[in-house]
Every structure is written in structure tokens, then in C-alpha cells.
């Protein structure tokens, strides 16, 4: 162990870069104080705060009388990397996966003929999807294409296939994304189908994509649980 | 609601909302949950409920706040400033190495009328000599960073997450202990690669929303697959 660093601080790291490497995993308990006193030869006193330090980080989770578990893991939303729930589930080692829950032809309607620029009679192609990592739900989307943009629509397997991929095929250029992020409490029916408590936080992403013509060729929300993501950004001063 | 109602008016009673959209106690009473839980309208005890003010932009572009409406009136409130060398919980909290010296500037941004956020700034000794103090009561963090030419700063990261106030939050934000707050963790970078400043800006969640806007250079095809 480095000389000069807090005993705890020590142990601590120890035991996250065995969360980090996968040697403890989501849902497992870790060692008790107990038998990690006996690995580490120190005392239980040193353990708990080595705990503490990453229960406050969020790698572990205490649950009163039950012990303390390996939290499940938060990914960075990077928002400069055009980054997207897909990459970020890959980066984070979970197998993505998708269900198309619905998906309908109608008229734009007023919101989304302001968000796409397109008059409210003309037709859109609606598609609401389930994002699940791991089979367990991590976000739900609707989406809203401007119909016609992508031939046969109907047909295309959006479980197989994303949207990105599709409409880079149908040779539209992506390259603009307007995105907003803000938080909100979960009320049904999003809370039911990603699993979380009515009332817990929530993030919620507005984003509408652009091509080289500024014509707007999608528009996304997406409900996502809080403790499942994570934003970061950055800039250059000059 | 087609702007029939503005920020601040308050809406018909549970009553008078019944008969009007004919809908029963139970049906207006689950709409009225979700337009509460969206921040659309907030509820306050013993009068009513009230459009909600309009969220504060939050540009992830240039970590700038308000920017796209310039009827805000921006005022920062000196709190405090102190040398403080870091101990344990503030490192922790705000992720700043431990152990050392660092001065500690509180302030709290007010959006005339309303309290917007609690912000800590950390500079290092040498940058906080260089920190222009007469802007402290009404420039942005990034602006006084920015405006530093000696040692000066080369970039800026900033990580969101939300989590609950605690009772100092709540007490300067004015609102209740245990509601949800955004805290973005700003870190301002120097010539040497290492932060120089941080900033922990503390803000009450209904009332703001991140915004970025991005142009590829190329068109990315595919990649990414939202």
C-alpha cells in the first residue's frame, strides 16, 4: 500500500477498483466489516469509514439490516460526444436492447409540427421504445419522425435496427442536435414501465436532429431514472 | 394551455376546474399530480395552485445561466469568503483533492425575485490573487474565470447530477429540506493540466433545464443511435 495516505482511503480504493474491475458485481454483497477487518488486519472502525466513502461516492448501497451492495452503476452522459443511451449502455458493459412498445402514423399536431417545422396536417411516423440494459428498463422514448422521409417506415425493425442507422441509410445527413436535459418526478405510466418508485426523480431529454438543410428529421423525449445517468460537458476559454 | 394562463396565475379551484372541464375530483386531481410533478404548476399549502415560473436555461455550450432571457435581473449575494484547507467532507462532497489550502466564496444567485442557487467557489491561492473581487457581486463563475489572464485557464469541465437538499440548501434556496436539487460541479484547468478553481452551483430542480446545442464538423453517420 502507498505510504502517506489515509489507512481507509487506502482499503477504500482497494475495494473499488475490484467494483470497477468486475470481481464484485451489481447486486452482490460485499465482505462483512467483520471478514474485511480480518483481509485487511485493521479495524472495523477503518472499515466503516472506508464504506462510508463509497456509499457517499454511490458504488454501494446499505440497506438497514440487510448489509451493504454493490450499487448498480451510473454512466457518464457526455453531451459533447454526440453521445447517446446506446453508447453509453455499451461503455458501461450491459447488453443493450430495445422494445418497440407502439408505433402509429398520424397528423404532426401543433407540438410536434413546432418541434419538427412542419405544418400541423402533415403526417409524422410515431414510435414509442423501451431502452433495457441487462434486460432491465433504463429509459423510454418517443419519437417523431416527418413521415416520408424514410421509405416504408412500417416496415423496418426498430428492436434491430436504430433510428440514427436508418435514416444515415435513407442518405440523410445528420448533423445537428438541439438537446434539453431537466428533472422531474415520475407519475405513471413512465414510472410502471422503467420500474422506479412514483415520485422519484427523473431526467428528461429533448432533443431534435437536424441535417445539413437545418430541416429538423427527428424529435426524441426521453424518460430516463436519474440514478442512471450521469451529464457531463465541457469548453475551452480562448 | 395555450398561454392562457402565465407564470404565477393561479388556477381555478378543484371545484370550479370540475365543473369547467367536466371531469370528476379524482380524474383532475391525477392531471393536476403530473402538471406538479413535471413542474409545470406548484401547489402551495393553504393557497392554491399557481402556474409555475418559467425554468431557467442553463447553457451547456458556455456553462452560462439565464442567457436567453435578458428581462432576468441577476444579482449575486456575497455570503462569505474564507481560507479553508480542505478537510475530508468538503472533499468528498465536492470532490476536491484533501489537504489543501484553498479560498472558499459563497454566493447566492438571485434571479430578482427568486433565490436561483447557492454557489461555492474554490480558488487556489495563486488564482484567487489573480480573481478580479470587484465582479464578485455581479459576473458568473465562468466569466470571472475567464477573465483571469495570469496564471489564466484553458478549459472547463461540469458533471450534473441530483440529489436532495440539505437543510443549509433549502433554508438559502427557500425551499423545503429533501426536495430535489441539480448540482453542477464545475472545474477550471490551467496551464498545468491540474484545476486551479472549482464551483459546486446548487439549484432547486423544477426551476432549471441544460441546454446544448451540437454541430458536428462531419455528418456522424450512424454512430451514434439515439
Known amino acids: ?238 | 394551455m395555450k398561454n392562457s394562463l402565465r407564470s404565477g396565475d393561479q388556477l381555478p379551484s378543484e371545484r370550479e376546474l370540475c365543473e369547467i372541464l367536466s371531469v370528476s375530483r379524482m380524474t383532475l386531481r391525477d392531471s393536476l399530480k403530473k402538471l406538479c410533478n413535471t413542474g409545470t404548476v406548484e401547489t402551495i399549502q393553504g393557497k392554491g395552485t399557481f402556474v409555475a415560473p418559467k425554468r431557467i436555461r442553463h447553457n451547456l455550450m458556455n456553462f452560462s445561466v439565464g442567457d436567453n432571457d435578458p428581462e432576468l435581473n441577476r444579482q449575486y449575494k456575497q455570503i462569505s469568503t474564507e481560507k479553508i484547507s480542505v478537510e475530508e467532507s468538503v472533499s468528498r462532497l465536492y470532490g476536491i483533492p484533501r489537504g489543501n489550502d484553498f479560498y472558499q466564496i459563497k454566493r447566492l444567485l438571485i434571479f430578482d425575485p427568486r433565490r436561483m442557487a447557492v454557489e461555492i467557489l474554490f480558488f487556489t491561492p495563486s488564482y484567487y490573487a489573480a480573481v478580479d473581487k470587484s465582479k464578485l457581486g455581479s459576473v458568473s463563475v465562468v466569466e470571472l474565470c475567464g477573465n483571469i489572464q495570469k496564471p489564466g485557464f484553458e478549459r472547463a469541465t461540469i458533471d450534473i447530477d441530483v440529489g436532495r437538499a440539505t437543510f443549509e440548501e433549502g433554508v438559502w434556496l427557500g425551499i423545503s429540506e429533501g426536495e430535489a436539487v441539480t448540482r453542477e460541479r464545475l472545474a477550471f484547468y490551467g496551464e498545468t493540466g491540474m484545476p486551479g478553481a472549482y464551483a459546486v452551483l446548487t439549484s432547486y430542480a423544477k426551476y432549471v433545464y441544460y441546454y446544448a446545442n451540437l454541430v458536428s464538423k462531419r455528418p456522424f453517420e450512424g454512430s451514434p443511435t439515439i
Open chain 1, 1 to 238: 500500500m502507498a505510504k502517506g495516505e489515509a489507512l481507509y482511503l487506502q482499503i477504500s480504493k482497494i475495494l473499488k477498483s475490484q467494483i470497477v474491475r468486475g470481481e464484485l458485481r451489481y447486486g452482490q454483497h460485499i465482505p462483512s466489516e467483520r471478514d474485511l477487518s480480518k483481509t485487511f488486519s485493521v479495524d472495523r472502525k477503518t472499515i466503516r469509514k472506508a464504506i462510508l466513502v463509497l456509499v457517499e461516492e454511490g458504488l454501494l448501497t446499505q440497506i438497514q439490516g440487510k448489509g451493504t451492495y454493490i450499487s448498480k452503476q451510473k454512466v457518464d452522459y457526455d453531451v459533447n460526444a454526440l453521445d447517446n443511451i446506446t453508447q453509453m449502455l455499451q461503455r458501461s458493459n450491459v447488453t443493450p436492447s430495445c422494445r418497440v412498445l407502439f408505433q402509429e402514423k398520424r397528423p404532426a399536431g401543433p407540438k410536434y409540427a413546432r418541434l419538427l417545422g412542419i405544418s400541423e396536417s402533415d403526417s409524422i411516423f410515431r414510435l414509442v421504445r423501451l431502452r433495457l440494459g441487462d434486460d432491465e428498463p433504463i429509459a423510454l422514448q418517443n419519437t417523431c419522425v416527418p413521415y416520408g422521409i424514410i421509405d416504408d417506415i412500417e416496415g423496418i425493425d426498430f428492436e434491430m435496427h436504430s433510428l440514427y442507422d436508418v435514416l444515415s441509410q435513407h442518405s440523410v445527413k445528420l448533423c445537428r442536435v438541439k438537446e434539453t436535459f431537466s428533472f422531474f418526478e415520475f407519475s405513471d405510466p413512465e414510472a410502471k414501465l422503467l420500474n422506479v418508485a412514483p415520485d422519484s426523480v427523473g431526467c428528461l431529454i429533448n432533443d431534435v436532429t437536424y441535417d445539413q438543410l437545418q430541416h429538423a428529421v427527428e424529435c426524441t423525449t426521453t424518460f430516463i431514472n436519474k440514478d442512471k445517468i450521469k451529464i457531463h460537458a465541457e469548453i475551452c476559454f480562448d
